[in-house]
């Protein structure tokens, strides 16, 4: 797995050991990033929520966000995210890894939310607590004008409005699909 632009390119992550995470391809990463190019920013903060290698924020990062956040509820993974993170020799200053479930991080307040969130999530998993909370109003998870993006599985339905939150843009490729959702 490598970096596909910006400072970081071409660099090589290290992927796990184990079949259980599912890491995005490059192909689906470049997809992704097409899309996301234009919203990104040296003020851009970055969610990558089941983050796996880190490989989406750090992307994120290489294009020149200004921050991001990893957070996965694994400890191995988070441990493999900061190797990661070193190995690229990335500012710390630029990154905070959490170990957390994603069902619990979105349900709490947060003093500075983010631009952009990346999610994807075992494809198994029930995703509509995640889209609930950050579709939530009363919270200040998902900047204004921010954009959540969802990873899963291409027969996966998803709705197309979750409280405060309206799909503008779902994205087809292979057997995965991104669904592109804003804050109305």
Request: net charge negative; proline share 4%; aromatic share 10%.
């Amino acid at each position: 797995m490598r970096i596909i632009a910006g400072e970081y390119r071409g660099r090589n992550l290290k992927s796990p050991n184990d079949t259980k995470t599912r890491p995005t391809s490059d192909r689906l990463r470049e997809t992704l990033f097409n899309i996301l190019n234009p919203l990104i920013t040296d003020q851009t903060r970055f969610l990558d929520l089941c983050a796996g290698t880190g490989a989406i924020g750090i992307e994120a990062i290489s294009r020149g966000a200004l921050f991001s956040t990893f957070l996965d509820k694994s400890r191995r993974t988070c441990g493999l995210i900061e190797v990661n993170l070193d190995h690229l020799e990335i500012p710390e200053e630029k990154t905070e890894i959490i170990c957390n479930s994603a069902e619990n991080f979105v349900s709490r307040e947060h003093k500075n939310g983010w631009d952009i969130i990346f999610y994807d999530p075992p494809y198994k998993n029930d995703y509509s607590i995640v889209l609930f909370e950050i579709g939530n109003s009363d919270f200040t998870i998902l900047n204004k004008d921010g954009v959540l993006v969802v990873e899963h599985h291409f027969k996966k339905i998803l709705p197309d409005e979750v409280r405060n939150l309206r799909r503008w843009r779902i994205v087809k490729q292979g057997d995965n699909s991104l669904s592109f959702y804003e804050k109305e």
